[in-house]
């Protein structure tokens, strides 16, 4: 479904990231973990085409991102840490714009906006405008637009931050049901015990290079998710990245 393959994103002299390769298959709900800096949003604005990157590929459902831009995000649905959305429309406006440049149909996205604003408890705010809503139901409102097209592969950065308990718990059934239904989920998050119950595989990042990545559970082994990366990340970088300093 998402192919990365020895992709390099440098800045000026720093190399943010550095000959990451990983794949995601259909089903699966990928975790993707690092510290401030190492690399995470870097390589996720590549995925979904906001910025380039200098060497190697990115494939979504055998399409490439250089190549085929705009084949591959009619496919992608992504979710930035820090959404950005039209404060001069209502909820339900933006919903039906997101909808309308996903070529979704009247009936199929009045259904999907209802049932995922219903779960959300969201549906009686979709009448107000979003320069009214706060963070958490901006975060809402986000998820269910990208959820709103099926996409084959959702791509979120920090999906829970805002989100009250009950929203989460929500979010992460849906995430659920969407990877169920064949779709792909790759996300980054810093709270790691969500990763740890969600995921069934996940990537480790520092300072721009894959430090693990594989099935959740062989990944943390013995340890807790918490454990591992904690130990990753205190370690001396080995020779061959020490120069890979400054990553985003």
């Known amino acids: 479904m998402l192919s990365v393959n020895h992709v390099v994103k440098t ?127 901006r975060q809402k409102l986000v998820l269910i637009g990208a959820l709103v097209h099926e996409p084959t592969l959702l791509v979120l950065d920090e999906p829970f931050v805002g989100l009250d308990p009950e929203a989460s718990f929500h979010v992460k059934e849906m995430l659920r049901e969407l990877a169920g239904r064949g779709s792909a989920v790759f996300f980054s998050s810093h709270v790691l015990e969500v990763v740890e119950k969600l995921c069934n595989k996940v990537a480790i990042i520092k300072q721009g290079t894959l430090r693990a990545c594989g099935p959740t559970a062989e990944v943390v082994g013995d340890e807790s998710l918490e454990d591992v990366f904690l130990d990753m990340i205190d370690r001396a970088a080995p020779s061959s990245v020490t120069d890979a300093v400054g990553a985003r």
């Open 11 to 137: 800045f000026g002299a720093k190399r943010a990231v550095d000959h990451v390769t990983l794949d995601v298959m259909p089903g699966d709900i990928f975790g993707f973990i690092g510290h401030n800096g190492a690399g995470k949003t870097t390589l996720i604005r590549a995925i979904v085409s906001v910025t380039g990157f200098d060497e190697g590929d990115i494939r979504i459902a055998g399409q490439s991102v250089r190549t085929d831009a705009l084949a591959c995000k009619r496919m992608t649905a992504y979710v930035p840490d820090n959404p950005d959305i039209y404060e001069f429309l209502t909820g339900i406006q933006y919903l039906n714009y997101i909808s309308d440049v996903f070529e979704v149909p009247i009936d199929v996205r009045e259904h999907r906006i209802r049932e995922h604003a219903d779960r959300l408890n969201l549906t009686a705010a979709l009448g107000d405008l979003v320069s009214s809503y706060s963070h958490g139901m």
